[in-house]
């Protein structure tokens, strides 16, 4: 069974940095690209970042480009997404996704459960 | 880079059935789609990849009353057999060159 957990969010000022951790299991991590996902309070879907599944592509959204990176661990299945220079928009839920594909083109079909930052003074 | 049109609410009554749509924009009519499901307080879950001819390909679990179908830029799903656990947010997502894409959601309410 697909299983991706994330951890890390929370409460964190405006300048400010987080990074965010996925744990992944159930499947062979490093064949597939994973993704970063969010969705602000109220609001639809919004992909942020996507990496290979060897590390070596990674992939961004304007709106986090240059503020946000993406990486992973395969020995330890673990996907990460460290995020500095936070703004109030971007107060979501971000969720861990896994890609159908190694490397880049396909939709998600497991997500994690999701975990809340806030950016807030 | 392609947009996605959904409608924002549905309606349908429990037992009935009901079809939900995903419109491409011009010049990707042609594009691979997937179907999502948030049952409200929950993360989403995927439901099915679905090409322009119509063949479709459900995820893990995903029960028999849900099906999907295509016409032109149009990429729809269909529920049959409503239940009061299918009311929930869906979701159509599809890709291009370094962008995914999210339609706006439609919010479907089973009376």
């Known amino acids: 069974e697909v299983q991706l957990l994330e951890s890390g969010g929370g409460l964190v000022q405006p300048g400010g940095s987080l990074r965010l951790s996925c744990a992944a299991s159930g499947f062979t991590f490093s064949s597939y690209a994973m993704s970063w996902l969010r969705q602000a309070p109220g609001k639809g879907l919004e992909w942020v970042s996507t990496i290979s599944g060897s590390g070596d592509n990674t992939f961004f959204a304007d709106s986090v480009k240059g503020r946000f990176t993406i990486s992973r661990d395969n020995s330890k299945n673990t996907l990460y997404l460290q995020m500095s220079s936070l703004r109030a928009e971007d107060t979501a839920v971000y969720y861990c996704a896994k890609n159908q594909v190694n490397i880049w083109g396909s939709p998600h079909d497991y997500w994690g459960q999701g975990t809340l930052v806030t950016v807030s003074s | 880079q392609p947009v996605l049109t959904q409608s924002s609410s549905a309606s349908a009554s429990l037992g009935s059935s009901v079809k939900l749509t995903c419109t491409l924009s011009?010049?990707?009519?042609?594009?691979?789609i997937a179907w999502h499901q948030q049952q409200p307080g929950k993360a989403p879950r995927f439901l099915m990849n679905l090409e322009g001819g119509g063949s479709y390909s459900k995820g893990s679990g995903v029960p028999d009353r849900f099906s999907g179908s295509s016409s032109g830029a149009d990429r729809s799903l269909t529920i049959s057999n409503l239940q009061f656990e299918d009311e929930a947010d869906y979701y159509c997502?599809?890709?291009?060159?370094?962008?995914?894409?999210f339609g706006g959601g439609t919010k479907l309410t089973v009376l």
């Open positions: 997502e599809t890709w291009d060159i370094n962008t995914q894409v």
């Open positions: 011009s010049g990707h009519s042609r594009y691979i």
